[in-house]
């Protein structure tokens, strides 16, 4: 994977594609390292509008909130590209800008249109404007769109990770004891009430099964794992 990625840096070109011309060269397929897009006097090279912060700024953006749209993160994109350049020029940035919003574009965006043509032209050289730039870029950086686990917003909060550090140090400590092991219990997803879904009745009668009886505290299966450190 890193051999990959240096391959794509060096080239300039997406990740994807140097992962496809590794793969070919190594069936024997030399032929592939030729760029026929020399023969046919073509720009060479990445698109140019994506600058190195991209990559950066869209791991960032997707770590905040993965459900982002391409729709979403190409404003996103825009939005930050505005704010770096009006930065880059001493330009003030309005006191309601918020940041990482999308109704921020058309703030900056604004601003960016009062200033010289110059200014204003360098924003167009950067845009984007299609929404497939931005899947090619996040399909070189091996970001793919895949089902979404929910998790629970105490799960990793700066208080549960607290204190699950002090039950680790303590646990630590307790283990140094050698006479001391673990002894994990948990329950597994399966109901001991479970059986097959379908089975065998002459016709016209019920195929039926005996179990035990349900509840709202239904018989789960407990398991209990005994963990020696020597």
Not at 122 to 130: D, G, L, M, P, Q
Not at 140 to 165: D, L, Y
Not at 168 to 185: D, G, P
């Amino acid at each position: 994977m890193n051999a990959v990625r240096t391959v794509a840096d060096v080239l300039r070109v997406n990740q994807a594609t140097a992962r496809k011309w590794a793969c070919e060269y190594n069936k024997g397929n030399t032929g592939v390292l030729h760029d026929r897009r020399h023969d046919q006097s073509v720009h060479v090279g990445r698109n140019s509008k994506l600058q190195d912060w991209m990559g950066e700024f869209l791991l960032h953006e997707l770590h905040m909130d993965s459900c982002l749209s391409q729709e979403t993160l190409l404003v996103l994109l825009n939005t930050e590209s505005l704010r770096r350049i009006l930065e880059k020029h001493g330009i003030a940035i309005p006191d309601d800008y918020h940041g990482h919003n999308t109704t921020d574009y058309s703030l900056l965006k604004s601003v960016v249109d009062q200033q010289p043509p110059d200014v204003q032209q360098e924003f167009e050289n950067v845009r984007i404007k299609a929404t497939s730039t931005v899947g090619h870029y996040l399909n070189g950086m091996f970001i793919t769109r895949k089902h979404v686990v929910k998790e629970k917003i105490t799960m990793n909060n700066p208080q549960t990770m607290a204190q699950r550090k002090t039950w680790a140090e303590a646990l630590r400590r307790v283990l140094q004891n050698e006479k001391n092991f673990l002894v994990f219990m948990d329950s597994m997803p399966f109901y001991v009430n479970m059986s097959r879904s379908h089975g065998y009745a002459p016709r016209g009668e019920r195929a039926v099964t005996k179990s035990l009886p349900q509840s709202n505290l239904s018989y789960r299966t407990q398991v209990a794992m005994g963990v020696n450190p020597a």
